[in-house]
């Protein structure tokens, strides 16, 4: 089976690994110039010379000149992990179809940022879906749908290293029921039951500490680093968090208000929220920024002083 592979992250090079293992040739890789990889890509070319594929690099996967290569090399089958939408043209051009994925259980949880959207919510399983790409987004006809946990401590890290583990499994198996039948089944997705989840902003990933410590925590790990991080306004300054806990300290603060700086360190800040303390972890030295102040305002009145803080979204 003649492969040719699309994407920018270790999902691909997870799926392309189970792809091989079953027997399929890979033919080439394309993925994405760095000047636009998403945060979490890796470098898909030195992937292609380890497994003896060709690489192609493309700014446009609709493009004539895209186009034009993936029909010069005949492929019976492409299999997407793009970050990007495909025009039909493109998805024609193989013998057997594309194939793409989306980690959830579709036709559920459609659309942008779905490991985020996953943390955030604090959803406790989802699945790994693999199916035939159409016209729509994450519309086509399901192939196999394979189950994965979420834990509570997830990051989205931890969450797209159990996600690439499935990968690799469950392409292995497609793989092989390629090579075996030449065919993989299809069962057509209920589309009326169905939400799209829209793509984030910075403004989801904002602090705002009169929200719950449980509710900022999930916020923290759904966009930790290589991701550019969560992030709280102290007047003109926007800090990043890295991570976050919170304070075991046997003192009541019950009566403390949302915001009240606890403590402070070079990069950390422990901060009163809507029910318990946080401590939070910083790229920036906090203490030079904040220094003595004892509080943090809720972002709004920071951004009605600086609103070209957030003119542009992620």
């Given amino acids: 089976m003649r492969i040719v592979a699309l994407g920018t992250t270790q999902f691909l090079v997870s799926c392309v690994r189970g792809l091989i293992e079953s027997g399929c040739t890979i033919q080439s890789l394309i993925s994405l110039p760095k000047h636009l990889l998403p945060d979490n890509s890796i470098d898909v070319k030195k992937f292609s010379v380890e497994i003896g594929s060709e690489y192609f690099e493309t700014d446009n996967i609709n493009s004539k000149a895209s186009k034009d290569y993936i029909r010069s090399l005949s ?11 495909i025009d039909s043209e493109f998805l024609s051009i193989p013998i057997f179809g594309t194939i793409g994925t989306h980690p959830t259980e579709l036709p559920l949880n459609k659309g942008r940022h779905p490991l985020q959207w996953q943390i955030v919510l604090g959803l406790k399983h989802s699945k790994l879906s693999f199916f035939w790409m159409d016209a729509g987004v994450d519309s086509g006809a399901l192939i196999m749908q394979a189950p994965y946990p979420i834990h509570s401590d997830d990051t989205i890290v931890s969450l797209a290293k159990r996600v690439n583990a499935v990968a690799f499994s469950a392409s292995k198996t497609i793989g092989k029921e390629l090579m075996t039948s030449g065919t993989l089944k299809r069962t057509e997705q209920n589309n009326k039951q169905t939400n799209t989840w829209r793509k984030r902003s910075r403004h989801d990933v904002l602090i705002d500490f009169r929200m719950n410590a449980d509710k900022i925590l999930a916020l923290i790990r759904s966009f930790t680093l290589p991701y550019p991080c969560s992030t709280f306004i102290f007047e003109s300054d926007l800090l990043h968090v890295v991570s976050g806990e919170i304070s075991q300290r046997e003192e009541l603060f019950d009566n403390i208000e949302p915001g009240k ?10 901060v009163k929220t809507a029910d318990k ?5 910083t790229l920036e030295d906090v203490e030079a920024v904040v220094g003595s102040k004892k509080y943090i305002h809720p972002p709004t009145m920071y951004l009605l002083k600086n609103p070209e803080l957030f003119i542009h979204s992620f």
């Fill in 75 to 85: 492929p019976e089958l492409i299999f997407s992990s793009w970050p990007k939408l």
């Fill in 261 to 270: 700086i606890i403590s402070i360190g070079t990069h950390f800040i422990e």
């Fill in 277 to 281: 303390l946080l401590k939070l972890k």
